[in-house]
């Protein structure tokens, strides 16, 4: 099993920025990929970033390309989502994910891929 705690979540006016952290501990060696999710109100839960745990690769939603940065600390077994120029539709519940597997640049946004969730950290941003 392995267990995600996320934190920095908070409230910012558009323009600002905010980092995201995800701390997994437990069977950590056994994930090879992690990434970030968002479920706003009245709206399906969407990938917005994701990376392979044991190698180089990023992936990003369209909507967030050149704003937001994941990254990984793995001495910490920490997952991050630096988060910049944010817009009031970024507003959401932020979840983190681990997965068994390696993800693809096609399959990285489909929730099924990922078999740990953490509770989520709420990111809210005014205009």
């Known amino acids: 099993q392995v267990k995600l705690v996320e934190s920095g979540g908070g409230s910012v006016q558009a323009g600002g920025s905010l980092r995201l952290s995800c701390a997994a501990s437990?069977?950590?060696?056994?994930?090879?990929?992690m990434a970030w999710f968002r479920q706003a109100p009245g709206k399906e839960r969407e990938g917005v970033a994701a990376l392979h745990i044991y190698g180089t690769s990023t992936f990003y939603a369209e909507s967030v390309k050149g704003r937001f940065t994941v990254s990984q600390d793995n001495g910490k077994n920490t997952l991050y989502l630096q988060m910049n120029s944010l817009k009031p539709e970024d507003t959401a519940m932020y979840y983190c994910?681990?997965?068994?597997?390696?993800?693809?640049?096609?399959?990285?946004?489909?929730?099924?891929?990922?078999?740990?969730w953490g509770q989520g950290t709420q990111v809210t941003v005014s205009s």
């Open positions: 437990g069977a950590t060696d056994s994930t090879y990929s």
């Open positions: 994910a681990a997965s068994l597997r390696v993800v693809s640049s096609i399959t990285w946004p489909s929730q099924v891929r990922y078999n740990y």
